[in-house]
């Protein structure tokens, strides 16, 4: 019988590689249960190897039952090894999923994250949560955690607190307190590994499969799939200039999910009379108010509105926050705030999920915040992202004019263009992507059909120069 080993030189040591191409055989059915596997001396020979290496892997399959040694005859395949165990993947069982199993897989199939495309383009406008990776101060970060690393007792380095490392809970809620006037101590605070996964627990601690969830329409993908997956009824609230219309938040729903700082997608703004109206409606409904600040710490007109959360004072708003966008995505850091009685479900949830977050990149963030190095860079950033921003909103008055429409350029880190003219969201895309320009179509963010077709555009990652020219090339498009 024929059959080829490859082997090299690089990597597993010889006998591992002969060993995986016999056990392979054996299990695809090249080799049958009870047939004969080729003499160590011939195959020694035949893939010009020692014998030695071919005896050591003739041992491993003996040793892991793949085969039996019968002294003077020979090494044989082990009976009861059927012929084809080991099938394509493509030919595989289909196995049944759980019903979130089966929406989990709906979403891998049908949605499409923004800001990941196979092919880098020059001027791309991405705005998917992503952080300036190009000016954070990584030798400043590299040195803390180095130093943490060095002298972290042993004790530190064995499993963590499920909602945190104090001092990091501490430095969240110094600085929330102060930045975003949230009403917290360390206590309300638990770490979790980005917001993503805040947006996860909460499905998991409040959310039955059937109940009804309101959720702004349009919204951000990452909420919206979350629920689904939990199972639960959506109910979309119209979102206008103003933000959420509460006048329209459903009288069922148990949870409300809202982004008043900068609404995602459109940008706009909260204002406090409907603040005021979202926790008047929690109040009489008995629900959870889930505010997702992901992008609050950038305003660029007038002074910031306090959180949602800090006017809350019944224990309803969920307070959601994250250091992707400030420090840099990969770190997968981020906070939930919690009122006190939820903390322990929450705390429990978090433990049964991960354990913890990374107890290193942890204390390492506790510093850079504590030291005031956080909000430095906080400023920089806020600095960069204003110069960027006045760079696309003069470019756009230039090369657009007045056949688009712009909103949500009072803070965040995007906006959003609408075309006054009717036109093709997918079609302005393509033609802008055939000219190395990124955009992004907002249709995609809603659940009811979309009166308009929208353009974001986000502005973090890009120089001014850039900005200027991806909008020149935007209004060839146009």
């Known amino acids: 019988m024929q059959f080829v080993i490859p082997l090299s030189k690089k990597g ?15 299990l695809s059915g090249t080799f049958r249960a009870r047939d004969r596997l080729p003499s160590t001396r011939d195959l020694a020979e035949k893939l010009s190897i020692s014998r030695a290496v071919v005896l050591l892997a003739y041992e491993q399959l003996v040793a892991e039952g793949f085969a039996a040694s019968r002294g003077g005859s020979g090494t044989y395949v082990s009976e009861g090894l059927a012929r084809g165990r080991a099938k394509k993947l493509e030919n595989s069982a289909s196995l049944k999923l759980s019903p979130y199993g089966t929406a989990a ?7 499409d994250f923004p800001g990941r495309r196979s092919v880098p383009l020059r001027y791309d406008f991405a705005y998917g949560g992503r952080g300036d990776v190009e000016n954070f101060p990584f030798e400043m970060w590299r040195r803390i955690l180095l130093r943490h690393a060095r002298k972290a007792p042993v004790h530190q380095l064995d499993y963590g607190e499920a909602a945190g490392s104090f001092a990091l809970r501490e430095a969240i809620s110094i600085h929330v307190r102060r930045s975003r006037a949230v009403l917290c101590d360390p206590s309300h605070v638990i770490v979790v590994n980005g917001s993503q996964q ?19 329409d349009p919204q951000y993908q990452g909420a919206r799939e979350v629920l689904r ?9 119209p979102v206008d200039r103003d933000g959420l219309n509460p ?4 009288k069922d729903a148990c949870v409300a999910f809202v982004t008043p700082s900068h609404q995602f997608p459109t940008g706009a703004i909260l204002p406090l009379a409907r603040r005021l109206a979202v926790l008047d409606w929690a109040r009489s409904r008995n629900a959870v108010v889930v505010e997702d600040d992901y992008d609050g710490e950038f305003r660029y007109e007038g002074q910031p509105l306090e959180s949602l959360q800090g006017l809350d004072n019944e224990g309803r708003v969920i307070y959601i926050g994250t250091f992707s966008r400030t420090v840099f995505s990969a770190l997968r850091i981020g906070y939930l705030i919690a009122p006190k009685s939820l903390v322990p479900a ?11 977050t990374a107890t290193l990149e942890q204390e390492t963030l506790a510093e850079f915040i504590s030291t005031g190095m956080y909000e430095r860079h906080l400023r920089g950033l806020r600095r960069r992202n204003t110069a960027r921003r006045e760079a696309l909103l003069s470019s756009i008055q230039k090369y657009l004019g007045e056949r688009v429409e712009v909103t949500g350029d009072g803070s965040g880190t995007h906006i959003v263009l609408w075309p006054r003219k009717r036109v093709l969201e997918d ?18 963010y809603f659940l009811t059909r979309p009166s308009r077709p929208g353009l974001m555009l986000g502005y973090s990652r890009m120089n001014e ?5 991806g909008i020149r090339l935007l209004g060839e498009v146009l």
């Open 427 to 444: 079609t302005i895309v393509a033609h802008a992507a055939a000219l190395g320009v990124g955009i992004y179509g907002i249709s995609r």
């Open 12 to 26: 597993d040591p010889l006998f591992r590689q002969v060993y995986r191409g016999l056990r392979q055989a054996i």
């Open 229 to 237: 997956a939990a199972g639960a009824c959506l109910h979309p609230v």
């Open 346 to 356: 929450f705390t429990s949830a978090k433990w049964l999920c991960d354990r913890h």
């Open 198 to 216: 805040a947006l996860d627990l909460v499905a998991r601690v409040l959310i039955e499969r059937g109940d009804p969830v309101a959720i702004e």
């Open 247 to 250: 006048g329209q938040l459903p």
């Open 105 to 111: 897989a709906e979403v891998a199939a049908t949605v």
């Open 465 to 469: 120069s850039r900005i200027r020219e």
